[in-house]
């Protein structure tokens, strides 16, 4: 029979045994207290609070002409000036076909021009027969209206009928800004346009959808207003939410996590799941990445302790990528031997106060 004596020492040789096989956890259970838990939410928070600041009170100005780039269209009232001869002054109404009937010039398709080149066209056509060197002035009155639709992570998604030229960001404040789970890019889907009639048909390029992917936090964050397009009748403005991280195995919350738009690291990731269990084998972790595709699977390894210790780098995440902490036997058996000796000792206290 074990004297009590006995199981005294196994308890603390057990006890010993297991804090220094534990010891490389401690920082990462220690960092995930409950005061630290919410940190980097509250700062991906506060940074999608200044990014719908910007776009809420339009504090970033496009640095550029807007006017300048607006396309003509159908129903738009433009006003020509002609300051050689003021005859041929007209403001004159786009037909639905995208036509214009001017003076001396006749029909003239005007429908997908910037203002800018109806000037030049005008300037051409009536130094070609008619006048020298003429100064030809085009301002566009009224605007057809335009209907944009903005979908996804934003506070109200729909369709908006618009006039005048907007941009991405004005799409964003007319949706009321972004929410809090919104990823990181912003898709423009542009509709093929249909130009029938025009110079030389439709050209290639207008006739398929295209998409520009545009990066927020370069255009709201460090101020690149080169994304900041200028969008046309019946673009679609999609803002997906924020793609999620997984953790599994040992630890003390598995499952998902939103990226939120920030990139999060290992270790990062660990927190957020608050920490390893006793028994995590910290030093196996592994990161599971899928292709774009999801037909392959790429496996990487990771150390938890030597992150923890500042000898290696603490890899950043991918979406959808699952981080995996396996149980370590040794650790396993350790708890095991604690807990059964533990039960060995109270029972022996049991048997002798009977």
């Known amino acids: 029979m074990i004297s009590k004596k006995s199981i005294f020492y196994l308890l603390a040789i057990a006890s010993v045994v297991f804090t220094l096989s534990c010891a490389s956890n401690a920082s990462l259970q220690k960092k995930a207290s409950p005061s630290a838990l919410p940190t980097r939410e509250i700062e991906s928070s506060q940074q999608v609070k200044a990014m719908n600041e910007k776009i809420l009170t339009g504090s970033l100005s496009s640095g550029r002409d807007l006017y300048r780039d607006y396309k003509i269209g159908p129903e738009d009232l433009i ?3 002609v300051f050689e001869e003021e ?7 786009v037909s639905s076909q995208g036509n214009i009937s001017l003076p001396l ?11 800018y080149e109806l000037e030049k066209e005008i300037r051409d056509l009536l130094a070609e027969k008619y006048l020298q060197d003429p100064h030809v002035s085009i301002f566009i009155k009224e605007y057809r209206n335009q209907r944009i639709s903005v979908m996804g992570a934003v506070e109200k998604p729909g369709v908006f009928d618009v006039t005048g030229q907007k941009t991405i960001l004005d799409s964003l404040a007319m949706a009321g800004g972004m929410k809090e789970d919104a990823g990181p890019l912003l898709f423009l889907i542009r509709p093929p ?8 048909g439709t050209a290639a390029d207008e006739q398929t959808p295209k998409t520009f992917v545009i990066d927020l936090e370069e255009l709201l964050v460090k101020g690149d207003l080169t994304l900041n397009l200028t969008l046309m009748h019946g673009d679609v403005i999609h803002l997906p939410v924020s793609g999620k991280i997984f953790v599994g195995g040992e630890v003390v919350r598995p499952g998902g996590f939103p990226l939120k738009g920030k990139k999060m690291t290992v270790s990062q990731a660990i927190v957020m799941a608050e920490g390893l269990k006793q028994a995590a084998n910290g030093p196996d972790t592994k990161i599971i990445r899928y292709s774009e595709k999801g037909n392959k699977k790429e496996i990487i390894s990771v150390d938890l302790d030597t992150i923890q210790k500042g000898l290696s780098e603490d890899p950043y995440l991918k979406e959808n990528d699952i981080v995996v902490v396996p149980k370590s036997g040794v650790k396993t058996f350790l708890i095991e031997l604690r807990d059964t000796i533990k039960g060995l000792v109270g029972f022996g206290f049991s048997l002798g106060a009977l």
């Open 79 to 81: 006003e020509i000036s």
């Open 87 to 93: 005859k041929l002054n007209k403001t004159v109404r």
């Open 105 to 115: 010039i006749g029909i003239l398709r005007v429908r997908g021009l910037t203002a």
């Open 193 to 200: 346009r249909l130009e029938e009639g025009s110079k030389g």
